[in-house]
């Protein structure tokens, strides 16, 4: 019996000493995904700060008319909107106030093109603005408008 705990005794270390490699495996690992995370996450408050510094660019708001049109795939649904263009800093509402009719048909060019279930997510509305911009900067020329506000947005 004196040869067996010794022998629990000397494996008694062993099983002390045994965890200690596996949780500084998981230590190094989670370090390693932390150092990760800061540079990704360096890169994206980079990313964040050029998109504050974007929204810094809007001057005036140009307010739109109402827009009642038909979505696509059905005659039953509809979306009534009001819009207000932030133009860039530097631009009037009266400079564009000559380009209304191009900027009414390319947003109405793109409404009617939409289903229902494209406008329901907020990441839908998102892209939606983002194709209002760049179809009207597109069509009146240069980079007039820098964001698009959604004053009413309704579909029924």
């Known amino acids: 019996m004196s040869d067996k705990?010794?022998?629990?005794?000397?494996?008694?270390?062993?099983?002390?000493?045994a965890p200690v490699l596996?949780?500084?495996?998981?230590?190094?690992?989670?370090?390693?995904?932390?150092?990760?995370k800061i540079f990704m996450g360096g890169s994206a408050a980079?990313?964040?700060?050029?998109?504050e510094k974007h929204e810094e660019t809007v001057g005036v708001k140009m307010p739109l008319e109402e827009f009642l049109v038909n979505l696509a795939?059905?005659?039953?649904?509809?979306?009534?909107?009001?819009?207000?263009?932030?133009?860039?800093k530097g631009e009037t509402e009266e400079k564009l106030k000559e380009e209304v009719a191009p900027i009414?048909?390319?947003?109405?060019?793109?409404?009617?093109?939409?289903?229902?279930?494209?406008?329901v997510?907020?990441?839908?509305?998102?892209k939606l603005k983002k194709e209002?911009?760049?179809?009207?900067?597109?069509?009146?020329?240069?980079?007039?408008?820098?964001?698009?506000?959604f004053m009413s947005f309704a579909t029924q």
């Not at 705990?5 to 000493?17: I, N, T, Y």
């Not at 980079?46 to 998109?51: F, L, V």
């Open 46 to 51: 980079k990313e964040g700060g050029k998109a």
């Open 22 to 36: 596996p949780i500084i495996g998981v230590v190094l690992v989670l370090n390693l995904l932390m150092v990760g």
């Open 73 to 88: 795939g059905s005659n039953d649904h509809y979306l009534k909107a009001t819009f207000s263009l932030g133009l860039k």
């Open 5 to 17: 705990q010794p022998a629990s005794q000397a494996e008694a270390p062993h099983k002390k000493g």
């Open 121 to 126: 997510t907020e990441a839908g509305k998102e």
């Open 104 to 119: 009414r048909d390319s947003i109405l060019s793109i409404l009617t093109t939409k289903q229902p279930e494209d406008l």
């Open 132 to 149: 209002i911009v760049d179809k009207i900067n597109k069509e009146i020329g240069g980079d007039k408008v820098v964001k698009v506000y």
